[in-house]
């Protein structure tokens, strides 16, 4: 029972995080069953989004909390969030992008706000640090940093999904834009 329902929060994630709109049959398709199954767990689109949302904050936070305490060094701590971001993939751009829509009013005050602030306060209080040392170009802020990870992160992905690059090949030249990209 849980596996079917991890299916179809899985489709979701990768459904929703290419087309917001996208219907509900089509995730239903992707997690191979059938509508009528689908809601079964779920009984509307919100309830299935705010199940994504919670289930990808919860991946993408203990990854980089891991990722976070393999070192002390907040050099060494930047490139292993990275990757770790890498690795939450399309989870990290789909609540990426829940949060940074032009409808979305993104205010603190809001639970689902403040998750997923909390979710990155480990990652962007290691970029702000690597600022304030100037390791950093100190040109640019931490939100222009985190928007500039999620980019390559995009990339990332659309590198995959296409076959274009070998998933190591993709990881190296993800970091060395990201690392180049902010003056490291």
């Known amino acids: 029972m849980k596996d079917t329902e991890q299916s179809i929060i899985e489709a979701a994630i990768l459904i929703f995080n290419e087309d917001l709109s996208a219907p509900l049959e089509k995730v239903a398709d992707q997690a191979q069953v059938t509508r009528r199954t689908l809601h079964r767990y779920f009984k509307d689109r919100k309830e ?8 990808i904050r919860k991946a993408c ?6 990722a976070y305490n393999t070192t002390e060094n907040p ?5 292993a969030m990275f990757y770790a971001g890498l690795d939450c993939g399309s989870k990290n751009t789909f609540l990426h992008k829940l949060h940074t829509l032009h409808d979305h009013k993104h205010q603190t005050a809001d639970e689902a706000c403040s ?5 990155f306060e480990l990652w962007k209080g290691n970029l ?7 390791v950093i170009n100190q040109g640019m802020t931490v939100d222009w940093i985190h928007n500039f990870f999620q980019s390559v992160v995009v990339v990332f992905i659309n590198s995959q999904q296409k076959g274009t ?10 970091w ?9």
Do not use: P, W
């Open 48 to 55: 299935l989004m705010d199940k994504c949302q919670k289930e």
């Open 75 to 79: 050099r060494e701590r930047l490139e």
């Open 176 to 184: 060395f834009s990201f690392s180049k990209g902010i003056g490291i």
């Open 165 to 174: 690059l070998g998933r190591a090949e993709a990881r190296e030249l993800a």
């Open 61 to 66: 936070a203990v990854a980089m909390f891991n």
């Open 128 to 134: 702000q640090l690597l600022l304030t040392e100037g």
């Open 115 to 119: 998750k997923y602030d909390h979710t």
